[in-house]
């Protein structure tokens, strides 16, 4: 049976041995099934450079080359976390890089992939934030930093975002349903697929009486995991289990 695969908001670091481990059974097993494998952002909790080569880092890439490599189409969206996974990580695990947001075909229904963050237009702080942080004398100004340094500025960027979020009303940190609409409507989609929220979930609703859905893809955590599948007859979600 023809099968894609969608996942997003993993968060892997060497802090998160467990997850990490559920990922590359998953890249072993379960993921060698599916036709395509999609992964909509934050596959990493921070992306310091291609050129970070911690541990897990060269396991988690060469279990994805595997896959890559043993027929299944390995996608790669950028997270708000990971936005600076580059050329040379995608080159070494066989990935291809999506664009934000991309329209895929899936058997016949016109889908939208996003990562999900730039569908919550009420968290103005966090765009602001967006636009300055991936401006490209920001980008490279970062980069030609020695390794410690970039680390240690994600961990203040991770505190700094970690107090702000604290004051901010959970709704706004929710996707805003006029910019779905907006997206869905501009790139002429049925579906969108996205994560980042964290608030896994199928919503349906109209636009001009026409039925639309959202599918939310869920965080991973070391005890539950879970995956969008879609095949011809339609989408469903699926626990990763060991
Ligand atoms: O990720 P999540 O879900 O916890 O929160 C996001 C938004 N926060 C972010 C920031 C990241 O979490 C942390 C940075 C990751 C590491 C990247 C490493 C590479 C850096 C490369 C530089 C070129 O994305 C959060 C949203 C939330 O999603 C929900 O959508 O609300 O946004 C914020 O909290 C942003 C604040 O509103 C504004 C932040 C001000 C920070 C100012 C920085 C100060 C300088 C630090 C010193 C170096
Ligand atoms: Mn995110």
């Given at each position: 049976m023809t099968e894609q695969l969608f996942i997003s908001d993993?968060?892997?670091?060497?802090?998160r041995a467990d997850t990490v481990q559920l990922f590359l059974q998953f890249l072993n097993?379960?993921?060698?099934?599916?036709d395509h494998l999609y992964i909509l952002g934050?596959?990493?909790?921070?992306?310091?450079?291609?050129?970070?080569?911690?541990?897990?880092i060269p396991e988690i890439k060469q279990a994805m080359y595997q896959l890559s490599q043993s027929g299944t189409g390995l996608w790669l969206m950028h997270g708000n976390r990971d936005f600076l996974m580059g050329v040379s990580f995608c080159q070494d695990t066989g990935a291809e890089l999506l664009k934000d947001p991309t329209l895929i075909d899936l058997y016949g229904m016109p889908t939208l992939l996003m990562?999900?963050?730039?569908?919550?237009?009420?968290?103005q702080a966090y765009l602001d934030f967006r636009r300055e942080i991936r401006h490209p004398t920001h980008v490279d100004q970062f980069l030609s930093q020695p390794i410690k340094r970039r680390i240690a500025m994600a961990m203040a960027y991770r505190a700094k975002s970690g107090e702000a979020k604290s004051l901010k009303?959970?709704?706004?940190?929710d996707v805003n349903q006029q910019a779905v609409e907006a997206h869905l409507l501009e790139h002429g989609a049925e579906h969108l697929i996205h994560g980042h929220?964290?608030?896994?979930a199928d919503h349906t609703f109209h636009i001009a009486g026409k039925t639309h859905c959202r599918h939310v893809l869920a965080e991973w955590h070391r005890n539950h995991a879970e995956l969008i599948c879609v095949t011809p007859d339609g989408f469903s979600r699926e626990p990763v289990c060991c």
């Amino acid at each position: 049976m023809t099968e894609q695969l969608f996942i997003s908001d993993l968060h892997l670091s060497a802090d998160r041995a467990d997850t990490v481990q559920l990922f590359l059974q998953f890249l072993n097993g379960r993921a060698t099934q599916a036709d395509h494998l999609y992964i909509l952002g934050d596959l990493f909790d921070s992306w310091v450079g291609d050129d970070f080569l911690a541990p897990p880092i060269p396991e988690i890439k060469q279990a994805m080359y595997q896959l890559s490599q043993s027929g299944t189409g390995l996608w790669l969206m950028h997270g708000n976390r990971d936005f600076l996974m580059g050329v040379s990580f995608c080159q070494d695990t066989g990935a291809e890089l999506l664009k934000d947001p991309t329209l895929i075909d899936l058997y016949g229904m016109p889908t939208l992939l996003m990562h999900g963050d730039l569908l919550c237009t009420d968290d103005q702080a966090y765009l602001d934030f967006r636009r300055e942080i991936r401006h490209p004398t920001h980008v490279d100004q970062f980069l030609s930093q020695p390794i410690k340094r970039r680390i240690a500025m994600a961990m203040a960027y991770r505190a700094k975002s970690g107090e702000a979020k604290s004051l901010k009303p959970e709704s706004i940190m929710d996707v805003n349903q006029q910019a779905v609409e907006a997206h869905l409507l501009e790139h002429g989609a049925e579906h969108l697929i996205h994560g980042h929220t964290h608030r896994p979930a199928d919503h349906t609703f109209h636009i001009a009486g026409k039925t639309h859905c959202r599918h939310v893809l869920a965080e991973w955590h070391r005890n539950h995991a879970e995956l969008i599948c879609v095949t011809p007859d339609g989408f469903s979600r699926e626990p990763v289990c060991c």
